[in-house]
């Protein structure tokens, strides 16, 4: 890697407090870079890049065959890469500025409906307490409270995993989050998940050391990581047909698909999920077809016909 690029992964990691997950990201679309269009990452090759050269550049990006979505976050790391070198007077100016992105559909986010969702965590729960064996309640129980938790404050993955004890405040029912960019956030709780956090925390007492300070834990009590969170999501959504991901950011989605649909309005859910920018939870503000057929029942014409 090269002194520049290490200067810029430096400034994502300490001023912008970028996770370790975007840096590497970063750090590969700025490999690729270097590697398909020939760019040595140095000043005086760097200040040499204009419009024209930018274009090209992009368009050996595209032909790659790599996926619209890809190449429009490559472009956004080179612009990102050349605002960084401009704060730092190294180049005159950005030329990927005026690069044309490539236009990506906008699919909806995955998501499964709230009563679907109700329906599996009540059973796994239910299932917990009628197991025979110890350890397959703790574990039946433990999914299900991964599960229900995700589904009832819409945290990602990292914010869930780096909870703390100490960011657990069941008087005031809410949890202390630290988000994207280590921005701080509180989500509310209510009573439901109250008492399953006072029921999982008899059950963490009894399998983690007390100097432990993770929140989550496994059943050997240890901190729960990012593959074993996705693993617990998934047996805990695996019997559920029709929902080909089943995975901890598609429980985000489904808290914010379900709050929208019950009517929040859209600034509250930003605040929840911590996003920057309103127009990124805008995505989740699409209606279910039960959801429209509830809305279409308040048509005076939709009612049964009258008997003649």
């Not at 906008?106 to 409906?113: E, H, N, Q």
């Not at 956090?197 to 059950?203: D, H, K, M, W």
């Not at 959504?237 to 009517?263: C, I, M």
Request: net charge neutral.
């Amino acid at each position: 890697m090269s002194d520049l690029i290490q200067d810029f992964i430096d400034y994502l990691t300490y001023e912008r407090g970028a996770s370790p997950h975007t840096i590497a990201a970063y750090q590969r679309d700025l490999e690729i870079w270097g590697e398909t269009c020939g760019v040595e990452p140095v000043p005086e090759a760097l200040r040499a890049i204009d419009l024209r050269s930018a274009r090209r550049q992009a368009m050996q990006l595209m032909e790659r065959g790599d996926s619209p979505r890809t190449v429009h976050r490559r472009l956004s790391s080179l612009r990102t890469f050349f605002t960084y070198l401009l704060k730092q007077e190294l180049v005159e100016s950005d030329p990927f500025a005026a690069v044309q992105l490539p236009k990506m559909e906008r699919s909806l986010p995955p998501f499964v409906d709230a009563d679907t969702l109700v329906r599996r965590i009540d059973r796994l729960y239910g299932d917990a307490e009628t197991a025979e064996r110890e350890e397959d309640r703790d574990h039946l129980f433990l999914i299900a409270f991964v599960t229900d938790l995700l589904f009832q404050t819409g945290m990602r993955s990292a914010e869930v995993r780096s909870l703390q004890l100490t960011d657990i405040d069941r008087p005031g029912q809410r949890l202390r989050v630290i988000g994207k960019r280590n921005k701080e956030r509180h989500i509310p709780f209510g009573p439901l998940l109250d008492q399953k956090i006072a029921l999982y925390l008899s059950y963490r007492d009894r399998r983690t050391r007390p100097e432990e300070t993770h929140f989550l834990t496994t059943e050997r009590g240890t901190p729960v990581s990012a593959s074993q969170l996705y693993s617990y999501v998934r047996e805990a959504l695996e019997p559920l047909s029709g929902y080909s991901r089943k995975s901890p950011h598609v429980l985000r989605h489904s808290f914010a698909t379900a709050l929208l649909n019950d009517g929040a309005g859209l600034m509250s859910v930003k605040e929840l999920l911590g996003h920057e920018e309103v127009s990124t939870t805008s995505i989740y503000a699409h209606t279910t077809f039960e959801e429209l057929q509830r809305m279409y029942r308040a048509h005076p014409r939709a009612h049964k016909p009258h008997k003649e």
